[in-house]
């Protein structure tokens, strides 16, 4: 230290001569400002440095002055050094102190830190004092509730005649007594074995000194104050009420006149609450293996089945909101209730725009059935109780912001009506909410029963068995004043009847079991009840701040927004890891992909159906007319050869022929046929719209996905859409007027017919071999070829077609049916080869075989009119070569014809525009069914963006509600 401090000093004097004697630099005759330390190293340090110092010094002196003409005497540069030397020496004293200075302030220093470290830990005073701005709004409160107090307060007139010197000897008297009475009372409830009034009286002279009659005054005179306190309080409740009325009257009115002025409109501003709620529903519906949606703070309303928990509620919203039934359980499902202060009275639920007035009547009475029919509707499948959440909000003057949750009341015994899983599912929703570790139990006890009958404080205990979110109410205290114990009463708001613990305990009225009182009347029910009543207000038993709904309202939320602020950090943490991990996942899955959640996938799969409806409209006329008579023949083929064409040839004559081909046709034209092509005309419509569809699967741009939503959207509209029905009559006229003609026009119409005929036996012919085939069996190549063998049946009817065939053989043109001798002789053949059989068994062998042999002669029947339309123009009917067959083709080919040129024409101009429409409405109708649309549009794709962009909504709410709760700070 030393040392430095001789370091310090010579640099300092060294400075102090350079800087006062302005020393010349060197050789040069001009003077320069340079520091010692700088010219030191220049000539040296040490003894040269102030050898040299001095020489440059005297030769300045001398030099300087005699430049300008001076003469200085050798004794005056003597006098000259003696200053120099004198100064210096100052200096070294000056650093002597200094250091001395610093080192005792070292030492200090050092002994203050022994000295602090003796002290005892108060740290515990951070925690029970405000800090920072917490004690300067708390300051701050205090003295704008000091100004209400004042200005609600009326000051008794005798009390202002008091002179200054009385009332100031009385509160000096009063502050000196009044801290040891109140100690004297606790100790008075503590003690069992003495008598009350005895130990009141040794207890207060104990701690005061004074004799058992002063004690009994001062008892009094607290009791005084302790009413006064009271009425303190309920003047400044109906005060606030009163300044809420008129603040609720001119915001109407400041909404009036911003309504009326022209401003641009903003984006309303959420409130807190309101923010804080979305966010808790939106986690409602997020479903995740580890509940983070049972993780921010919400206050649960638990309780027995009848202890008043949905009147607590209703007089914290200051609203009869709630179903009331006698006896039965109206609370079957959880109901979410939002508390924001508004300037109106209203409530609205989570779906719906509607606000119900609060101070109307007639909505209350809606808003109860709502919530009634709402409850009901989500018990499903014979249960009693549902999980499913009804979120409503309610908002009005002074209601606490706060999110209650109230649900079903615990049950000991079930009725018959009840589910068989009534009591545990109860049980076990009440345990899902209060494991909550941040939600606030809001415990419910009825004062009026006895307390050993409580179900929910067993329950309590176990989710929180240290109270430390639990805050216990007393209800119905007016009925347990007159009929329980006043010292069970005292126990159990002291916390020491129940093992339970808790926050805080409160003592509230609900009113008098009157469905028509209103919230006002039941408060003023309360409050004179708290103001009057012995055991509240006579004996002291707890302070006025632990009773009324209001006061129970006001610790509530304070709790609710104090365990908010210290958990929504956490809960935005985890989400902000869940969606990174989300993302990632995405990225490596999906990475040409865009997250697209299913409502935005919907919408993508809805325009391109509705693109495919339009393509529509560009099928060609042709391509329209080759399906629909495709489609029209398909139809109506069976009915032509079973009804009409086989039963008028196998007349066996032409003239009945077309006598019963005319009267056939014509009630076939009456009766079947028109629906029948409207039928037809709605299967090819649906035929090209799905053929539409699957060559749109065959684009390179095709998303699978939607696939089983698109199938299902058009089986849905098809089973829904029908034909427009004067199409039917339209099309009745065309064809009778069609039938009506008989007569060929041209060769190009002949040819076309007899084709027509050719390929429908043909056809026939085809279908009719098959039925052979499968009656008969395999023939002899196929046997041998494949290794098939014959049935035993298959072998019989072979032996009965061997019979057949010879009557056919002989009979070319024989008719349709077998004689009963023809029967008798086939059977009696049959019985010589060891081969019996019944005469149903022959009929049924005989039916295709005649078919087959009627096919062939009408196929040849058709070729040989190939070239007889001129001997059918010149002889008509009575042409030697029978072509009625050709004629009824043609008739029925023109039909076909003429019907699918008008089914076209109803296709474009109607029935397209008309399933469209039908395609919408159920597409309308998917988009608002959730259920369905999770149905068919799944997949790891879609289940994996759902959940991100759900995540990635919630973290942003966080986040918002995060940012306006500091800014609220």
């Known amino acids: 230290m030393l040392r430095i401090y001789q370091n310090t000093y010579r640099r300092t004097a060294r400075k102090a001569v350079v800087y006062s004697t302005k020393v010349a630099c060197c050789n040069h005759s001009t003077l320069c400002n340079i520091t010692g330390q700088a010219h030191s190293k220049r000539h040296g340090a040490g003894a040269h440095w102030q050898q040299h110092n001095n020489q440059r010094h005297e030769e300045f002196l001398l030099g300087g002055n005699q430049a ?107 502050d000196s007594r009044l801290d040891d009475a109140i100690e004297a009372a606790d100790y008075q409830g503590n003690q069992i074995v003495e008598t009350k009034e005895d130990i009141k009286a040794k207890t207060t002279v104990a701690a005061l000194g004074i004799s058992a009659d002063e004690s009994h005054k001062l008892q009094n005179q607290v009791e005084t104050l302790q009413t006064e306190i009271m009425n303190v309080q309920i003047k400044y409740q109906k005060e606030l009420e009163k300044m809420e009325k008129e603040n609720r009257e001119l915001r109407s009115q400041y909404l009036i006149l911003k309504t009326n002025k022209k401003t641009t409109l903003k984006r309303i501003k959420k409130s807190l609450i309101d923010m804080y709620s979305e966010v808790l529903d939106e986690l409602s519906g997020y479903d995740t293996g580890y509940t983070m949606a049972d993780h921010l703070p919400r206050v649960v309303v638990v309780g027995d089945q009848s202890s008043g928990k949905t009147s607590v509620l209703e007089s914290i919203a200051k609203a009869r909101i709630f179903p009331r039934g006698s006896g039965e359980m109206m609370t079957r499902a959880p109901v979410k209730v939002t508390l924001a202060e508004g300037p109106y009275h209203v409530a609205q639920f989570r779906d719906t725009d509607r606000e119900y007035d609060l101070t109307k009547e007639s909505d209350l009475a809606d808003l109860r059935r709502e919530v009634e029919f709402r409850m009901r509707a989500s018990v499903r499948g014979g249960k009693t109780v549902s999980n499913e959440v009804i979120s409503m909000t309610v908002k009005g003057p002074g209601l606490q912001r706060m999110v209650l949750v109230d649900l079903p009341g615990i049950i000991s015994t079930m009725t018959v009506d009840m589910a068989s899983d009534t009591k545990d599912s109860i049980h076990q929703m009440t345990k899902h909410y209060m494991s909550n570790p941040n939600a606030i139990i809001l415990c419910i006890q009825d004062g009026s029963v006895d307390a050993e009958r409580s179900n929910v404080t067993d329950l309590v205990m176990q989710c929180d068995p240290l109270g430390r979110r639990t805050i216990f109410v007393l209800t119905k205290v007016d009925l347990a004043e007159e009929l329980a114990d ?55 038993v707890i302070m006025p701040h632990q009773v009324t709904s209001r006061n129970l309202s006001l610790a509530v939320s304070d709790r609710f927004w104090k365990m908010v602020r210290e958990t929504i950090e956490q809960q935005a943490d985890a989400f902000k890891a869940t969606r990174f991990n989300l993302e990632t996942e995405w990225k490596n899955n999906f990475p040409r992909l865009r997250e697209s959640g299913r409502d935005e996938l919907f919408d993508k799969a809805k325009g391109e159906i509705l693109d495919e409806v339009v393509t529509l409209s560009q099928i060609s006329a042709k391509k329209w007319d080759d399906a629909l008579t495709a489609k029209l023949w398909e139809k109506l083929s069976n009915y032509v050869f079973e009804n009409i064409y086989l039963p008028a040839a196998q007349s066996g004559s032409q003239n009945s022929f077309n006598t019963m081909v005319d009267i056939k046709l014509r009630q076939w034209a009456e009766q079947a046929l028109p629906a029948k092509s409207v039928e037809a005309g709605w299967e090819a419509l649906q035929q090209e719209f799905k053929s539409l569809m699957e060559r749109a699967k065959k684009s390179h741009d095709h998303d699978g996905l939607f696939d089983q939503l698109k199938a299902a959207v058009v089986d849905d509209a098809i089973r829904r859409h029908s034909w427009e029905d004067k199409a039917i009559d339209m099309l009745r006229v065309i064809q009778l007027n069609t039938l009506e003609d008989r007569f060929v026009h041209d060769k190009g119409e002949w040819d076309l017919a007899v084709k027509f005929l050719e390929n429908s036996v043909t056809a026939k012919l085809q279908q009719t071999d098959e039925t052979l085939g499968q009656m008969f069996g395999p023939g002899p190549w196929a046997r041998f070829a494949h290794w098939q063998y014959l049935t035993p049946d298959q072998q019989k009817r072979r032996s009965v077609k061997n019979e057949l065939d010879k009557i056919l053989k002989t009979d070319v043109k024989h008719l349709p049916t077998l004689s009963y001798d023809e029967l008798t002789t086939v059977r009696k053949n049959l019985q010589r080869d060891n081969v019996d059989v019944d005469t149903d068994y022959i009929r049924q062998t005989w039916f295709p075989v005649y078919r087959k042999h009627f096919l062939q002669q009408s196929l040849q029947r058709a070729r040989d009119c190939r070239k007889a339309y001129y001997l059918y123009t010149q002889q008509g009917t009575e042409c030697e070569v029978s072509c009625s067959d050709v004629v009824l083709f043609w008739r029925i080919q023109q039909v076909i014809k003429v019907t699918g040129n008008a089914l076209r024409q109803q296709v474009i101009n109607r029935e397209a525009r008309r399933l469209d429409k039908e395609i919408k409405a159920v597409l309308d109708e998917f988009g608002d069914d959730e259920e369905k649309k999770a149905h068919l549009l799944t997949g790891k794709r879609v289940l994996l963006a759902e959940e991100l962009i759900k995540v990635r909504m919630i973290q942003e709410k966080l986040e918002e509600f995060i940012n306006s709760l500091n800014q609220e700070k």
């Open 68 to 174: 300008r003409g001076w003469t200085i005497p050798p004794h005056s540069r003597g006098y000259g050094m003696l200053v120099v030397r004198i100064l210096r020496g100052a200096l070294k004293l000056r650093y002597i102190v200094l250091g001395g200075a610093i080192g005792g302030g070292v030492s200090l220093s050092k002994k203050y830190e022994d000295w602090k470290d003796g002290l005892p830990d108060l740290k515990w005073l951070e925690d029970a004092l405000p800090q920072g701005e917490r004690w300067s709004q708390f300051s701050k409160n205090l003295i704008e509730v000091g100004g209400l107090v004042k200005n609600a307060i009326d000051i008794d007139p005798k009390l202002k005649q008091l002179g200054e010197d009385k009332l100031s000897e009385w509160r000096s008297w009063f």
């Open 486 to 540: 006043p010292d069970r009463i005292r126990k159990i708001l002291s916390g020491k009847l129940f093992p339970m613990k808790a926050l805080g305990y409160y003592a509230v009225v609900t009113g008098r079991g009157r469905k028509d009182d209103s919230i006002e009347s039941i408060r003023q029910y309360e409050e004179d009840f708290f103001k009057n009543s012995k055991l509240f207000h006579r004996r002291g």
